[in-house]
């Protein structure tokens, strides 16, 4: 009886690490700004703690291949300017927005809320996926036809280039 609820213990620990890391996709047009939402509460702790954002999955105790992070007041780094807080960090909004996507910005993002503690981090995949900006067509203004090829206008004759 006991090895069973060692092995049930074991199975639902394995089951909540799985389903913490389970990523939400986010699907941006090349050009457009990308926003990764991350909150936390401050109810608990009364004041603002450590964030980073990483390009890559989250790591055990790290961010890896940061693009931007915090201590409990301040902006400590920031990889380029497309990466911001737009929201109120000191209030527990760290959604991180890139500013004009490219291709290169697809992939998992990670948000680390730095809880004290061992083990006790917030911990979101996010998955950016970027797509091609959508180009529209040109419609012509109405009453003027496009030609399919140039036209010469000329001033003598019928156009048919004898004189």
Not at 14 to 39: M, Q, T, W
Not at 92 to 113: F, K, P, Q
Not at 114 to 129: A, H, R, S, T, Y
Request: hydrophobic share 35%; with cysteine; aromatic share 10%.
């Amino acid at each position: 009886m006991f090895s069973h609820l060692i092995f049930n213990g074991v199975l639902l620990l394995l089951l909540l690490l799985l389903a913490r890391s389970l990523e939400d996709a986010f699907i941006v047009e090349v050009g457009k700004n990308a926003y990764l939402p991350c909150h936390y509460s401050l109810a608990a702790y009364g004041t603002p703690v450590p964030v980073c954002w990483g390009k890559g999955p989250c790591l055990w105790s790290q961010c890896d291949n940061w693009v931007f992070s915090t201590d409990e007041r301040n902006v400590t780094y920031q990889k380029s300017r497309r990466y911001q807080l737009k929201g109120n960090f000191l209030k527990g909004d760290v959604s991180l927005t890139i500013e004009n996507v490219t291709l290169a910005d697809h992939g998992t993002y990670c948000c680390r809320v730095e809880f004290p503690g061992l083990g006790n981090d917030k911990k979101v995949n996010l998955e950016l996926d970027i797509r091609p900006a959508k180009i529209a067509p040109v419609v012509p203004a109405r009453g003027y036809p496009t030609p399919m090829s140039p036209r010469t206008l000329t001033t003598k004759g019928d156009g048919s280039g004898e004189t």
